[in-house]
């Protein structure tokens, strides 16, 4: 969806919207331009991100194979479900 909205920006508006996606750059009147940019955001959510796949790892448990979340505490049990608990019996009708 994301690929076919694309291209219908790119021929309804004739701007090649996907190089503006990469570079950050688009050609246009400069009074429709963003007033200023907050680089110091970016690098604020960067680093965020960054200590939050960090502390997953490092709260990862490959023996239990499961993960605690940071901050919030929960432990979550990764991988399939090997055990019959929960299963519902579907008997099948060989008659």
Do not use: Y
Not at 18 to 44: C, Q, Y
Not at 56 to 85: Q, Y
């Amino acid at each position: 969806m994301h690929l076919a909205g694309l291209a219908w920006h790119t021929i309804r508006h004739g701007e090649n919207i996907s190089l503006a996606m990469v570079t950050g750059k688009k050609t246009g009147k400069p009074e429709d331009a963003i007033s200023s940019a907050h680089p110091a955001w970016g690098a604020i959510i960067l680093i965020g991100a960054g200590l939050w796949i960090a502390v997953l790892f490092a709260n990862h448990n490959s023996n239990a194979a499961t993960i605690k979340l940071p901050i919030i505490g929960v432990t979550l049990h990764l991988g399939e479900n090997d055990s019959d608990a929960g299963k519902q019996d579907h008997k099948s009708d060989d008659n």
